[in-house]
Structure formats: C-alpha cells, structure tokens
C-alpha cells in the first residue's frame, strides 16, 4: 500500500526557514517523480517543486526559485523540501505527491504558516 507522510511544518517569521520531509512507504521514490504542492485558504493547489526520478534534475515555481530546494534521500526513502527566506505569501498547507502508473498519491500536508 503507497503511502507518503509529510511532517517538518510550523510556525516561522518571515526570513526563517523550514524543511518539510516526505516518507514514503510501499514504493520506491527513487524510481518515481516526487513533487511538493501547496495550497493556500480560497487558493488552488499548485505545484511548488518536482524531482525527476532518474539524475537530480529539478523544477520551480517561479514563487520559490532561489528559496526552496527540493532533494531526495533514496536510502531513506525520503524526499525533502528545504525552505529558505520564508515570506507570508509561502502560508499554506504543504503536501507531498507521487505518480505511480498513472496514479496520483498525496499526503495528508502539513501547514506552514508565516508570520509578517
């Protein structure tokens, strides 16, 4: 049975910095792409990073680039999210995400809250 179990959320001012873990279980990550989502109150859920599962090849979102980055631990099968000069606008509940065979499988999210 796949499961992923995010944790690392919380409350942080503004400049602080957070990381979120992802433990996965029934599956290999490193086999898959591994992405963060996030949504905020009234707002879509929308892609924050992705890694691929060949190579270390990553992707942002323009909100986030230079501030997040996203790794993987293959031996621990985790995946990370490292969030640096967190702003307000970063508030939201954080989930962790996998395709597997044309399947999508979420997280319960974490929130994250960023306080001015």
């Known amino acids: 049975q796949v499961q992923l179990v995010e944790s690392g959320g919380g409350l942080v001012q503004a400049g602080g910095s957070l990381r979120l873990s992802c433990q996965g279980s029934?599956?290999?990550?490193?086999?898959?792409?591994m992405s963060w989502y996030r949504q905020a109150p009234g707002k879509e859920r929308e892609l924050v990073a992705g890694?691929?599962?060949?190579?270390?090849?990553?992707d942002y979102a323009d909100s986030v680039k230079g501030r997040f980055t996203i790794s993987r631990d293959n031996a621990k099968n985790t995946v990370y999210l490292q969030m640096n000069s967190l702003k307000p606008e970063d508030t939201a509940v954080y989930y962790c995400?996998?395709?597997?065979?044309?399947?999508?499988?979420w997280g319960q999210g974490t929130q994250v809250t960023v306080s001015s």
């Open positions: 029934g599956f290999t990550i490193s086999r898959y792409r």
């Open positions: 890694i691929r599962s060949t190579g270390s090849s990553t």
């Open positions: 995400h996998a395709q597997i065979v044309l399947h999508d499988y």
